[in-house]
């Protein structure tokens, strides 16, 4: 583990990704990420919808890997100072 990459997620849900999206899958986990600190009231949004585990699967699910994968081909160690400094400062 490490301070900054994608959270791990649900199990079941690293199974579903295909072709490129897998490559997320080399990145070690971290405690913060850029689609972590995008959905850091997750549990906010999905209260508000109708149907919570559809949002996630067709909305939410595919933002945090397209933000993973972004993160994965341009990550660096300035870049992740500043996801560290936005997680502990808002």
């Known amino acids: 583990m490490s301070f900054v990459g994608p959270r791990p997620d649900v199990p079941g849900y690293a199974d579903m990704l295909e072709g490129e999206d897998r490559l997320?899958?080399?990145l070690r986990p971290g405690i913060t990420g850029p689609a972590s600190l995008k959905y850091r009231n997750e549990e906010e949004i999905l209260?508000?919808?109708?149907?919570?585990q559809r949002y996630n699967d067709e909305?939410?699910?595919?933002d945090k890997?397209?933000?993973n994968l972004d993160?994965?081909?341009h990550h660096s160690l300035l870049g992740?100072?500043?996801l560290i400094m936005k997680t502990i400062y808002g």
């Open 71 to 73: 993160y994965y081909y």
């Open 59 to 62: 909305v939410i699910y595919p």
């Open 80 to 82: 992740d100072i500043k």
């Open 47 to 52: 209260a508000q919808v109708d149907d919570p």
């Open 24 to 26: 997320i899958l080399k």
């Open 65 to 67: 890997v397209r933000i």
